[in-house]
């Protein structure tokens, strides 16, 4: 699943910033309220939901089938690098970043977010199965993205004729 191919399309700054700020924001706010649990599920949670919520939005806005091609690319992408870090919950073998956002740890030197989400759960020994599901999500996504570009690409002359431009 995580093949050099889909690894470049998927993984790029390009989606990683904006996740990055989301994500560490999310904690730095969400972890205010003291909720153990919620503190660390926020960052992944906030930034899947961020453009989970825009492809929902563009479904209904009028013209907003134009901007879900991007918005699910970015959607999955987001899923792919959560599988990524969801499948190292119990390795710990990724190096992680701090949420002041200046402090960068070793890999193996703290555990991930993946592994205080899925271990209260008792999901820490499927971490691998639950990051490859979420991988696996990332490609149908993508696969979505593409295929809706394609869609739009073939029928734009049946809206501009039907005056459905926008």
């Known amino acids: 699943m995580r093949g050099a191919f889909v ?23 969400w972890c205010m309220f003291g909720e153990y649990w919620w503190c660390y599920a926020s960052g992944n949670g906030m930034e899947t939901l961020v453009p989970l919520a825009l492809c929902v939005w563009a479904l209904h806005l009028r013209g907003g089938r134009y901007l879900l091609p991007p918005l699910l690319y970015w959607l ?17 073998a990724l190096p992680l970043t701090s949420s002041d956002m200046m402090t960068n740890y070793a890999p193996g030197e703290i555990k991930g977010d993946w592994h205080y ?11 691998v199965f639950i990051g490859n599901i979420l991988m696996f999500l990332g490609v149908f996504f993508l696969v979505i993205a593409i295929w809706s570009v394609w869609y739009y690409w073939i029928h734009m002359k049946q809206y501009i004729n039907h005056g459905q431009w926008y």
Do not use: C, K, V
Not at 7 to 29: C, G, K, M, Q
Not at 76 to 92: K, P, V
Not at 122 to 127: A, E, H, K, T, V
């Open 76 to 92: 999955a992408s987001t899923l792919y690098a959560a599988g990524i870090y969801a499948a190292d919950a119990r390795a710990s």
């Open 7 to 29: 690894s470049a399309i998927l993984d790029n700054i390009f989606i990683y910033f904006p996740n990055y700020l989301i994500h560490e924001f999310s904690h730095r706010f």
């Open 117 to 127: 989400i899925l271990q209260p759960l008792g999901l820490l020994d499927y971490d």
